[in-house]
């Protein structure tokens, strides 16, 4: 692998970033349905967590593992997408290495819902675009595998 291969993979495009438009109506959907009333489905909270469930159902219908993940660092929940690429051999006599590349995909969760922890209020009047998608590469190989607790 060259080097600038390797920075164009980190930060290049997203392979993932062709799917921004759809990620927008789908978010926009679960959005638009949100009923704050509706107790039964969202129980005083958000939709972070609804929306970030589409999102892995869509890429997972693409053919691309998708998982959702619960932040350790807040209340909120993301997408993780899994897209493979072929092991390389970075050294000779070495043993080949993973290069398949897992990104969050995500939307800011205040662009649409105001609050913290476990109560969430809708923000009026948002309508999403691809600017607001977020794909963000997280890493390659084995150790995100580990991360995970995925086997591959």
């Not at 999102?55 to 959702?68: H, K, V, Y």
């Not at 209020?121 to 084995?142: A, P, Q």
């Amino acid at each position: 692998m060259k080097i600038r291969d390797l920075f164009e993979s980190r930060f290049g495009p997203s392979p993932l970033d062709r799917f921004k438009p759809q990620l927008v109506k789908l978010a926009q959907e679960v959005y638009d349905k949100w009923d704050e009333s509706d107790i039964d489905t969202y129980a005083g909270g958000g939709v972070c967590h609804i929306i970030a469930d589409e999102f892995a159902d869509f890429f997972n219908n693409q053919r691309l593992t998708s998982f959702t993940e619960s932040s350790t660092f807040e209340q909120h929940v993301y997408c993780v997408v899994i897209v493979e690429k072929p092991e390389e051999q970075m050294y000779e006599d070495e043993p080949p290495i993973n290069m398949d590349e897992f990104y969050t995909v995500d939307i800011y969760p205040y662009r649409y819902e105001s609050g913290g922890g476990f109560c969430w209020t809708k923000n009026s009047g948002v309508i999403f675009d691809t600017n607001d998608i977020s794909i963000e590469l997280l890493g390659t190989g084995d150790e995100w595998y580990q991360n995970f607790e995925i086997d591959k």
